[in-house]
Structures are given as structure tokens and as C-alpha cells.
């Protein structure tokens, strides 16, 4: 059973940072790409980052590349999101999950999820 914890979120002003962490417990996080994704009020959840289990291929959705950051730690079992420069349309729900393979593919591709952290950015 993977288990996905998120921490890091909080009040920010605009222009700000903040940096999410999510410990995964179980063996499979260091063969597991792992994503972010946010979910803001009346909206549908949607994709923010995607990591590879090596940490070599990197995506990003477009509204924050140059933005934010993806990395990981297979060592410590984290994946974070440094996110900078962060805007009031950043608040959302932050969700940390594990994808069911190594490489990044779609966004059906992640079976296990936190229970989010709240990220709110005042103007």
C-alpha cells in the first residue's frame, strides 16, 4: 500500500515561494514517475509537473513553466515542487501522486494520491 503525504503549503503574497514536499512510504516510489497536480475551487483537478524516476525527464504544464520546480530524492522517498513567483491563480489544492510507470506518460497514469495541501496566494 503506497502512501503519499504533502506538506509545505500555506498563506503567500503574490510574487512569493513556497516549496511542497511529499514522502511516499513502500518500495516503489524509486520505480515510479511522480506528479503534482492542483485542484482550485469550482474547477476540475489538473496536472502541474511530472518527474521520471531518475529525475532526468521533467514536464510542465504551461502555466508554470519557468515557475516552478520538480526534483526528487529516490533516498529519502520525496518528490517536491519549488514554486516561485507564485500568483493569485496558483491557489488551489496541491496533490502529490505516484504514476504506475517509469517514464512520464498521461495523466491516467497515477493511481495513488495524497490528501493534498493548500496552497493560497493573496494579491
Known amino acids: 500500500q503506497v502512501q503519499l503525504v504533502e506538506s509545505g503549503g500555506g498563506l503567500v503574497q503574490a510574487g512569493g515561494s513556497l516549496r511542497l514536499s511529499c514522502v511516499a512510504s513502500g518500495r516503489t516510489f524509486r520505480d515510479a514517475a511522480m506528479a503534482w497536480f492542483r485542484q482550485a475551487p469550482g474547477k476540475e483537478r489538473e496536472f502541474v509537473a511530472a518527474?521520471?524516476?531518475?529525475?532526468?525527464?521533467?514536464k510542465y504544464d504551461d502555466s508554470v513553466k519557468g515557475r516552478f520546480t520538480i526534483s526528487r530524492d529516490n533516498a529519502k522517498n520525496t518528490v517536491y515542487l519549488q514554486m516561485n513567483s507564485l500568483k493569485p491563480e496558483d491557489t488551489a489544492i496541491y496533490y502529490c501522486?505516484?504514476?504506475?510507470?517509469?517514464?512520464?506518460?498521461?495523466?491516467?497514469?497515477?493511481?495513488?494520491w495524497g490528501q493534498g495541501t493548500q496552497v493560497t496566494v493573496s494579491s
Open positions: 518527474i521520471s524516476w531518475t529525475g532526468v525527464s521533467l
Open positions: 501522486a505516484q504514476g504506475n510507470t517509469r517514464v512520464i506518460l498521461g495523466d491516467t497514469n497515477y493511481n495513488d
